[in-house]
Each structure stands twice: as structure tokens, then as C-alpha cells.
């Protein structure tokens, strides 16, 4: 399965979010999945590359020319695309993936994985995605939802496309459901 994984560029300020990349990374290459991702070198996105190959696993980057101009591609992956946009990146790493997972991030990371939940609320993709809520990063977050459901917003129905994980055994769990 290829798993598209939106997070960080950046560290963070807990060394837990560094470890846990790292635990994720090391079970998707032991569980025989390919990661997808945003092919950056920086940050979470280098950590959970580089776990996932020191696994001896497989990863599919996609950057934009400018980043990797800047100097933030990875160079050791097992594939890679150089795009024009970020738009073009967001749409191959879409379509490349057969799940797709948030883990902690940014506003990037928010964006991508509710265009990914969005297609799939729209039935345009019956692809799951799953905040993999580690440390309760994502707990406002899901207050949130909750908000948007009591204002009438998000109908309670499309919950079902909202889903949360907290460990690696659960995440496995609602990925290969």
C-alpha cells in the first residue's frame, strides 16, 4: 500500500513528535507499505524519510522545483518527482497514495489532509485518511469538528471521513479496515 503522510518540515518543540516519526516510519517499511510524501530532507518529513529507508523500505518524493532550489529535497529516495507548483505536488501525491495519514504538522499538513478528506466526503476518491493524533496534537482540532457538527456545518453524517488514531496498532487498524 502506498501511504501518502502529510507533516512538519520543521521539528517541533517536543523531541517525542522526532521519536514517533521515527516509530512510524520503521512500521511502514516493516509492514511492507511505500511512503509517499512531500520529498523534503528538513524537519519530521527528513526523520520519517529517513526511518522508513534505515528500514530498508520504500519512499516516492514529489517536490517542487523551488524547494528543491532551496536545498530542502531529499536526495536518497527511492523515487522522486520535481514539479512545477505545489498544486501539481498536492495532486500527484493524491493520486499515488492508496491512504493518507496527517501526522503533526503545520498548515500544510491541515491543508493536504482536508483536500483529502474533502474528495473523499465528496465521493470522489474512496480513499481513507487518518489524523494519527499522537500525543493529543490534534485534540483541538477535533473539538473543532465537533463545533462545526453542533453549528451545522459539517453534517454529522461525514464524521465517518474524520478519523483519528492514536497509536501505530490503531492506525493499522483503520487503515487496512
Not at 501511504?3 to 512538519?8: N, S
Not at 521515527?22 to 509492514?31: D, H, M, P, S
Not at 519530521?44 to 518524493?61: E, N, P, Q
Request: hydrophobic letters at 40%; glycine letters at 12%.
Amino acid at each position: 500500500m502506498n501511504i501518502t503522510v502529510y507533516l512538519g518540515s520543521s521539528f517541533g518543540n517536543d523531541p517525542a513528535y522526532r521519536e514517533q516519526a521515527v516509530k512510524l516510519g520503521r512500521w511502514i517499511a516493516e509492514n511492507g507499505h511505500t511512503l509517499v510524501y512531500g520529498a523534503g530532507s528538513v524537519g519530521l518529513m527528513g526523520v520519517l524519510a529517513d526511518s522508513v529507508l534505515a528500514a530498508d523500505g520504500k519512499v516516492i518524493g514529489v517536490i517542487p522545483q523551488f524547494m528543491v532550489d532551496q536545498g530542502r529535497g531529499h536526495n536518497g529516495l527511492s523515487q522522486l518527482y520535481v514539479v512545477e507548483t505545489m498544486q501539481e505536488r498536492k495532486a500527484i501525491m493524491l493520486d499515488l497514495g492508496d491512504c493518507y495519514i496527517a501526522f503533526p504538522g503545520g498548515l500544510g499538513t491541515l491543508e493536504e489532509i482536508s483536500e483529502a478528506m474533502t474528495r473523499e466526503k465528496l465521493g470522489i476518491s474512496p480513499r481513507k485518511s487518518v489524523y494519527y493524533n499522537c500525543f493529543g496534537y490534534y485534540d483541538d482540532l477535533f473539538r473543532m469538528f465537533d463545533k462545526m457538527c453542533e453549528e451545522g456545518f459539517l453534517p454529522a453524517e461525514y464524521m465517518s471521513c474524520v478519523r483519528q488514531a492514536h497509536t501505530l496498532e490503531e492506525l493499522g487498524a483503520i487503515i487496512n479496515e
